[in-house]
């Protein structure tokens, strides 16, 4: 099946450093959503992006919905161990036969040490 | 506020036996989901309900079977478990018009 390449797969970093991960595709999108899961629990919602170009943020997090429809970036600035987690994008398709359907990424694994 | 509750929230079965997974919203949401995660995969949708009456398979549906019992509730059956059935479980719900999907917390299955 159809999937979205979000790279990379694993981050290290240092607390207080700040960190990119980013996810495309060879199909177009009308809708990008970033989520993050903590262990032992469901993805929660991060950012949801609607219009290509747009750019928004939620805090230290900041995400965009590429210009072509077939890219978003998600950026945390001076990173806590609290961020520590899976980042998931999403993409919902804009046309076709997968009109409407939601597809992930693999995930980013994020460790953050103090 | 609820959202998104899934039971059980972990479970070991023996190869060969069954088991449904429940789930319910108390959104109002139309959309239904169960998503299987396993390491490197990613979310793999199995089933969805678009809506009170439907569903339709997604992407790994084989060994799995649904049941919309109403609006809220959304049910995963195994009929005959198998070891690649040990997984992660995410029941998720949305509305119709919007495109924010909403997940439980997960059911841990092992099956042995």
């Known amino acids: 099946g159809q999937q979205l390449n979000q790279s990379p797969q694993s981050m290290f970093i240092q607390e207080g450093e700040d960190v990119s991960m980013n996810c495309t595709s060879s199909?177009?999108?009308?809708?990008w959503l970033w989520y993050k899961q903590d262990p032992g629990e469901g993805p929660v919602l991060l950012i949801a992006?609607?219009?290509?170009?747009e750019l928004t943020s939620n805090g230290r997090l900041t995400a965009q919905f590429g210009i072509t429809r077939k890219d978003s970036f998600l950026n945390i600035s001076a990173s806590i161990p609290s961020d520590v987690g899976i980042y998931f994008c999403?993409?919902?398709?804009?046309?076709?036969?997968?009109?409407?359907?939601?597809?992930f990424g693999q995930g980013t694994i994020l460790t953050v040490h103090p | 506020n609820a959202g998104v509750t899934q039971t059980p929230k972990f479970q070991v079965l023996k190869t060969g036996q069954s088991m449904t997974l429940q789930c319910a919203q108390d959104m109002n949401h139309n959309s239904m989901y169960w998503y299987r995660q396993d390491p490197g995969m990613g979310l793999r949708l199995i089933y969805y309900s678009a809506s009170e009456g439907t569903t339709d398979k997604g992407e790994v549906p084989n060994g799995y079977n649904v049941s919309r019992l109403n609006k809220r509730e959304f049910s995963l059956r195994l009929e005959s478990a198998a070891p690649s059935q040990t997984s992660v479980y995410f029941c998720?719900?949305?509305?119709?018009?919007?495109?924010?999907?909403?997940f439980g917390e997960g059911s841990w299955l092992t099956v042995v």
């Open positions: 998720a719900s949305k509305t119709s018009s919007g495109n924010t999907i909403y």
């Open positions: 999403a993409g919902v398709n804009a046309g076709g036969t997968s009109y409407g359907k939601l597809t």
């Open positions: 199909s177009i999108f009308n809708t």
């Open positions: 992006l609607y219009k290509a170009g």
